[in-house]
């Protein structure tokens, strides 16, 4: 196998579980998944014509944001306010703590590398950001975040901006007050942009390859927001429709950023066209509902991982 091709249709049976995240390998020889509950991430080679998944220690439960280095060598993920990193050739898992006085309470990392950001709340209340340096990770930044909520933090794949949820923690009801999108610079936390979000239930947030583009989701209808350099307002999301009832419930951009692959409680995969925003495929596996999706560094391959377990690998062709 070149590239990652030739996969045609794979069916995988994991345990029981609702999936969290997928990631291939940057080669698309290696897929990594996580489940709901599950203290572990799954790691196959794709090249065993039967694979056997790799059962990794994850440190916790609920590991996520799967992450390749960008020489495959390492996974990386987040569990409990930690970073787990594996080494593929040694087979050993590192830690790596993002804390003031306690664990931190989420931690996202950039698909590059470069960059990570911790959140952390009671007693310190603020953000960190970390750069990746010659002796191990470097801070950067801290802002304060005594008087706002954050949630969703996500950052572009090159490292160069994190966008986030906020709203205001002043008052009794504080819970009451409407959400924002913000994207800041993730060298020094500046606020490049904000806008309103429709919404009062927190989603994930996505960047396109080139972060010209952010995107999340409220139910049935997809939100995207295009991110220029200059300072202001995002302004109002587009909003593009399921063409049906059910909620969207993962997103994955294709490497050229010309398509978005979105998972659906119709148990199918979507595909839309980034420019115009028109479905141009919906891929039909009959796996329940889909909670995750991947596709690989090359763009051959796509995964789709379910609530029961099961994934399903297929070639690309767009």
């Not at 409990?80 to 931690?107: H, I, M, N, P, W």
């Not at 191990?136 to 949630?151: E, K, P």
Request: charged share 20%; net charge neutral.
């Amino acid at each position: 196998m070149t590239g990652g091709g030739g996969i045609g249709v794979r069916l995988l049976k994991l345990l029981a579980g609702e999936a969290l995240d997928l990631a291939f390998s940057p080669d698309g020889r290696a897929l990594a998944v996580t489940l709901k509950y599950q203290p572990h991430v799954w790691l196959w080679d794709l090249d065993s014509p039967s694979p056997h998944p790799a059962h990794l220690d994850a440190g916790g439960d609920h590991p996520t944001d799967l992450v390749f280095s960008a020489d495959g060598r390492a996974l990386a993920w987040h569990v409990g306010g930690l970073r787990k990193v594996y080494d593929r050739l040694t087979g050993r898992v590192v830690t790596e703590r993002f804390a003031l006085s306690r664990l931190a309470d989420d931690v996202v990392h950039s698909a590059d590398g470069s960059r990570v950001i911790s959140r952390h709340e009671l007693p310190d209340h603020c953000l960190i950001g970390w750069r990746a340096g010659e002796q191990g990770w470097v801070r950067a930044w801290t802002v304060s975040t005594a008087d706002l909520s954050v949630d969703r933090l996500t950052l572009s794949s090159d490292g160069r901006l994190f966008a986030l949820l906020a709203r205001p923690t002043l008052g009794t009801r504080w819970w009451d007050y409407p959400l924002r999108v913000e994207v800041r610079d993730a060298a020094t936390a500046a606020v490049r942009v904000t806008a309103e979000y429709p919404s009062n239930y927190p989603a994930r947030l996505l960047f396109s390859p080139d972060a010209r583009q952010l995107v999340g989701f409220k139910d049935m209808t997809l939100l995207v927001w295009p991110v220029s350099g200059d300072l202001g307002s995002l302004g109002p999301p587009q909003l593009i429709r399921n063409d049906n009832r059910k909620h969207f419930t993962a997103m994955a951009f294709h490497p050229n950023g010309r398509h978005l692959f979105a998972t659906s409680n119709d148990t199918t995969v979507h595909v839309f066209d980034t420019q115009t925003w028109e479905r141009r495929e919906r891929y039909r596996w009959q796996l329940g509902n889909l909670k995750a999706v991947a596709i690989s560094p090359d763009g051959t391959l796509a995964a789709a991982a379910g609530h029961d377990g099961d994934l399903v690998i297929w070639d690309l062709d767009v």
